[in-house]
């Protein structure tokens, strides 16, 4: 086979598999904010969305899902810089550009300003208490280290005293935080290179390395982390130029579970209220059904730049060069939290007792299942052996029965057991003639 013909099989492989990576339509619609290049955007208290963009010294805000905008541009001091990164939680509202903080504690009415610290990275902890961010230090000697506040961002504290070169970092709902860190040894010569994720699980007082690997200098195109995100408690996503590493256990353990060219550089790591994991980099948009093992394209076409979902799990995505876009129904009104009429309901994994139970010919199983998976439902003899396989299929999230027919069984006790993704769950029942 020539060259041409082998160019040629490529490219039809390619075609084939960017179109059939692509899941159902999303029906992404842009909203009404005038401005082309958004740089960044964060959910803030009652879902409302913020964003920074191009134009410098003003935060847009949206709570009808992108409808209409509020301008807040009472930042009018510092409107020479364009502010390149926002974190909200509740009122708190951080943004962040060279040299610069600005900080507001009552959503964006009024401002104070830190400066001689140029903002790289930052997150709010879920309970308000503390803020962090990854802070260049000095502009000559640039040294990237962890800072908090627990004073609303006035005064902040260098609780990094090891690492000095940092690119990132996430915080779990039970407060645990995960930083990346390249590391590089004095010794031996050359000195080696280290990727590494650490964690704390004392608001950043004490960190413990979690997951590392060396750079392989010899390598043109090393592997280094790029991204870390927490999807949950237990579920912690790094994103890497090589591909995707995941913990299932809260950082205790890593598995590199995609090495697939289009997933390289996943960032953003976002969840729905469905158990869906969405990220993207520069191929474009990539949906998970089970917490970043595998991923599928998302149809949207537009250059991305920043991610997020508001808390019902409706997307708002950043873009270089459109706007804002969301597959939310625009124009609704805002999150209220004594109103959980319109939201999407949740599910976990779960495996009730069947009923009736002691039964005589049949009984019914009713089980939930969290996310999309394949569901196997086995039932087993009171010696452990497999009786049988009652269904083996994939299932979509939701809640489930299943009638269990045991005309053909004798009389006795048996188990059965339901597994799906990591969750595996068994159950006694009991025929009686």
């Given amino acids: 086979m020539n060259f041409r013909s082998t160019t040629i099989l490529f490219f039809l492989f390619f075609v084939f598999y960017s179109l059939s990576c692509f899941t159902q339509p999303l029906n992404f619609q842009r909203t009404t904010l005038d401005v082309s290049v958004i740089h960044d955007l964060s959910l803030g208290s009652n879902n409302q969305i913020n964003v920074v963009t191009k134009n410098a010294g003003i935060v847009y805000a949206t709570t009808d899902r992108g409808a209409s905008w509020i301008a807040h541009d009472n930042l009018s001091n510092w409107g020479r810089f364009t502010f390149n990164l926002i974190s909200s939680y509740n009122d708190n509202i951080i943004v962040g550009f060279s040299e610069y903080i600005l900080f507001s504690n009552n959503n964006a009415t009024t401002w104070s300003i830190k400066n001689s610290l140029e903002l790289l990275d930052v997150a709010i902890s879920n309970n308000n208490s503390f803020f962090y961010a990854i802070l260049n230090v000095h502009a000559y000697q640039p040294r990237l280290s962890i800072f908090r506040s627990t004073d609303g961002g006035g005064t902040w504290q260098d609780i990094n005293n090891f690492y000095k070169s940092l690119s990132g970092f ?163 009104t805002h999150y209220n939290p004594e109103d959980t009429t319109d939201l999407p309901k949740e599910f976990s994994f779960s495996l009730n007792q069947n009923y009736p139970n002691p039964f005589n010919p049949s009984t019914t199983i009713e089980y939930s299942i969290k996310n999309k998976n394949v569901v196997l439902l086995e039932l087993f003899d009171a010696l452990g052996r497999r009786v049988s396989t009652l269904f083996n299929k994939e299932h979509d999230p939701g809640e489930y029965s299943f009638v269990l027919d045991a005309s053909n069984l004798s009389s006795g006790v048996y188990f059965y057991r339901l597994t799906a993704d990591s969750f595996i769950k068994t159950k006694k029942l009991v025929l009686i003639r």
């Fill in 170 to 332: 996430a915080i779990t709902k039970s407060e645990n935080i995960f930083a990346l860190v390249h590391k590089q040894f004095n010794s031996p010569s050359p000195p080696p290179n280290y990727d590494i994720i650490i964690r704390s699980k004392d608001n950043g007082d004490t960190w413990e390395e979690v997951f590392s690997f060396e750079v392989n200098k010899n390598d043109f195109y090393p592997e280094r982390l790029t991204s870390i995100g927490a999807i949950s408690d237990n579920v912690i996503l790094s994103g890497s130029n090589k591909g995707l590493y995941r913990s299932v256990d809260g950082g205790d353990n890593w598995q590199k579970v995609d090495s697939l060219t289009m997933h390289y550089n996943l960032k953003d790591f976002v969840s729905d209220t469905l158990g869906n994991v969405y990220a993207y980099n520069s191929y474009g948009l990539f949906r998970s059904t089970n917490n970043g093992a595998e991923w599928e394209k998302v149809n949207f076409v537009y250059s991305i730049r920043c991610l997020t979902a508001d808390i019902e799990g409706y997307l708002f995505v950043g873009t270089a060069s459109n706007g804002v876009y969301t597959n939310a129904p625009i124009g609704t």
